[in-house]
């Protein structure tokens, strides 16, 4: 009999992951070969599509990559029909290339907000309407969408991408509601704050040993006080993509450290000591040179006072004796 845990393997699987060149993508594409799956992934152009296929082969996972433009309903077909030539049908969909524009919405063209909406929303929608009546043909697939935080909250300078995020939300219930009964199952990731190599700066300590302004708020705002990992997201990833799911459907599951759940505490609680040490090793290194550099000013500066005082008691002494 098997195991609950053979619930979770994805062995002989075909998952596409769009916009999987690199970044989360890339790591989706990794949990899912090393849970047995075959691997394909789409990106915009042929230069990120060789930087992917470089960083999978380095890794040792076999995959199918080509060019294609989520956004560009002929491209998404030619890509489908070429994977189920080349590789077979698709079982899994995650809908995770995504772009966004940081631009107060009154300074924002209408191109620009059409741009976001259409790979953050309509792009899902275009992949997802591809594969479906395949999966429906063979009796089931997952459909797995890069839902965001924004798909609740708002904030400054995101308005298009948190109404794409929003409605890719809507997007998830409505695939869930029509094709359910189909056994397709259709799910989003919501992502909190990720620790990406793009994220970094935002982390750094300060020259005067405190914590970046954003990483502060950050960290205010999450009961865990910490930044997501990417690993953070794989166990769920898989989760979705698996039979161990096949019950859960129309769901947003957030890996957020519970920014969601929490109101937030008032950020000069938070003692930047205690946060001292980050797992990146780039902001690691540029730390402990910071913190040299200002040790030694310090110790520099220390030096001069001291010798004037140094003098004065001195000089102070001499006259006490006269
Ligand atoms: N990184 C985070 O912290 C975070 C948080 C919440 C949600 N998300 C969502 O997760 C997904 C992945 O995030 P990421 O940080 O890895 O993003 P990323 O920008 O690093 O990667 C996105 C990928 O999508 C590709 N892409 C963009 N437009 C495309 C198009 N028209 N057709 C095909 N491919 C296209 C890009 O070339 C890139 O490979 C996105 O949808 C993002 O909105 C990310």
Known sequence: MAGVLDKFKLTGKVAWITGASYGLGLAYAKAYAEAGAKVVFNDINQELVDRGLAEYKKLGIKVYGAVCDVTNEKQVEKFVSDVEKKVGPIDILVNNAGIIKRIPMTEMTLNEWNAVINVDLTGPFICSKAVIPSMIKRGGGKIINACSMMSELGRETVSAYAAAKGGL?????????EYGQYNIQCNAIGPGYIATPQTAPLREIQADGSLHPFDRFIRSKTPAQRWGETEDLMGLAVFLASPASDFING??????????????????????SKFAQHKDKETLKKTAAKKTAAVKKTKAAEKKPAAKSTEKKSASKKSAKK
């Open 169 to 177: 939300k809507m997007l998830t219930k409505n695939i869930c509601s």
């Open 251 to 272: 769901q947003v599951v957030y890996i957020d450290g519970g920014i969601l759940a929490y109101i937030g505490q008032d950020p000069s609680n938070l003692d930047a």
